[in-house]
């Protein structure tokens, strides 16, 4: 998703949902660990691995756009007119 430089902070609010949702399986997947055999820990473990490898690509691309969009602003605010 694209942000624009009207609406920078947009795609925070459209995956809010989605991280909730992360959030809540981390905090179940701690509380039950211990529950679970050695084999599907792994398997749950290595795709919240995965999930959280995406999140940080993703982040680090925003927060690439968010500077370049800064950069932009400040260039059109320091341009005479």
Known sequence: MKSTSAEPYTWVLVDAPY????????????????KMST??????LKAVVHELEAIGIELMQKAKELDHLQGDQGTSQSKPK
């Open 19 to 34: 991280l909730r949702e992360q959030a809540q399986r981390c905090a179940r997947l701690a509380r039950d660990c211990s």
């Open 39 to 44: 084999e599907n820990l792994a398997q749950e």
